[in-house]
Every structure is written in structure tokens, then in C-alpha cells.
């Protein structure tokens, strides 16, 4: 038997919080693949910034999975994906979504931190006033390898950081620079993929008050 598929995607919704929300998930682009998981690790990002203020700052956004959901949380989200195929998926949720307060820009996390640490300038930031935000809260998903150290510097200047890590051991390595300046307030772990060594952590991270500049 044979089946045959005439597009490279596929249109996901997910129940999150009493919101139906929906995601287009496309071929060889990241996803969350353990949909029922997903969905309790949108339901404790929401839970654990409930209380937040001002902006938030994304980076590593992929498809919008955290973005659109966060939002409800926060007055505006600035998030930065370099995959064009992801970018792609997460203006597309935005608008089945109808959600008003989403910005995302192509930028690698690394160019990014460069441009918030204003040493040099990128085409791709025209038009967007940087100091406009006011984000007290920055969420990251990296990859496996973990945030580089220009990116931990970078977040460290922030008061909460929200860390979705899919890789235990480079968390555990990042944790070691951040915890110098923040405290660990929430920690949850999502079996993504039971019978498997791999775990989906997530954590909370709030600035020590002698730390605060």
C-alpha cells in the first residue's frame, strides 16, 4: 500500500489552558513531536510566567510553539528563529491563531546577542526598536549543544530566565555559569520519549537580589 502526500506539512491543534491553539508542523523542521507532552510543558511555561510583566524575549522559537502560547502572558514577544522553513510555520500560526502581539525575526541566537550587545548592526532588525521592549523575562529552547557563552553572558542580564533544554547534560554545564547570578525557582522534567534516555527539562530562573544592577 502506498500513500501519497501532497504537501510537506501537517496543521496540529492543541488543547493548552482551555485555548485550542493551533501549529503547523512541517517535514525536517523542529517540532515537539510528543504531542500530549507538549502540551504539559506549554501548560507549566504558562503557569510559571503567570505573574510576569512587561515583554518577553525568545530565542531558538522555531515554529512559534512557546511564542503563541507565552503571549496571552505578556504584553509583547520578540522571538528569533534562523531556520527559514520555521520562520515560515510560525508567521503562519501567528495569523491562524489571530495573535496580535507576536514578532519574529530571522536571526541566529548568536547574531542576536551580538545586536542586544551592540556590536554591530543587522538588515534584518530595521524597523524594529529594540529599546521599545522592556522584557524582564527571556525564555530559551536551544539545541542539544546548549547557549554558546556570548548568549549565557547575554541572558544573564536579564531577571528571569525560562530554560526548555533538551540535552541534560549541557542544561547541567549552562546551570553551573547561571547560577552565579540567578537562583533556580521552578524545575520540571517531561518524558518526551518514554523507554529512552532522553528528557525534556525545563526551569525557572529568578536574579539574586545582590545580583540585580
Known amino acids: ?4 502526500l501532497d504537501q510537506d506539512y501537517v496543521d ?4 493548552v489552558a482551555g ?8 517535514e525536517n523542521s523542529f517540532t515537539q513531536p510528543n504531542a500530549a507532552m507538549n502540551v504539559q510543558m506549554l501548560e507549566w511555561a504558562l503557569d510559571v510566567t503567570k505573574d510576569s510583566q512587561g515583554d518577553l524575549l525568545e530565542l531558538y522559537c522555531g515554529n ?11 504584553e509583547r514577544v520578540l522571538a528569533t528563529e534562523i531556520a527559514k522553513p520555521s520562520v515560515a ?27 542586544m550587545n551592540g556590536v554591530r548592526e543587522f538588515n534584518r532588525l530595521q524597523g524594529i526598536d ?7 523575562t527571556i525564555f530559551v529552547d536551544p539545541p542539544r549543544s546548549g547557549l554558546d557563552d556570548d548568549t549565557l553572558k547575554m541572558v544573564q542580564a536579564y531577571p528571569r530566565i ?17 547560577q552565579t547570578t540567578h537562583n533556580i525557582s521552578r524545575l520540571a522534567l517531561f ?7 532522553h528528557m525534556e527539562c525545563g526551569v525557572l530562573l529568578t536574579i539574586k537580589v545582590n545580583k540585580l544592577i
Open 191 to 197: 518524558d518526551q520519549f518514554p523507554y529512552t534516555h
Open 12 to 15: 496540529e491543534v492543541l488543547p
Open 89 to 115: 510555520a510560525a508567521q503562519y500560526n501567528i495569523a491562524a491563531n489571530q495573535i496580535e502581539n507576536v514578532q519574529i525575526v530571522r536571526m541566529a541566537a548568536e547574531d542576536f546577542t551580538q545586536a
Open 1 to 4: 500500500m502506498k500513500i501519497m
Open 162 to 178: 525560562l530554560y526548555i533544554s533538551c540535552n541534560p547534560e549541557t542544561l547541567c554545564a549552562n546551570l553551573q555559569t547561571l
Open 64 to 74: 512559534g510553539n512557546f511564542s503563541l502560547a507565552l503571549a496571552r502572558n505578556f
Open 130 to 136: 529594540l529599546a521599545s521592549y522592556h522584557c524582564e
Open 19 to 26: 485555548r485550542d491553539m493551533i501549529y503547523r508542523q512541517v
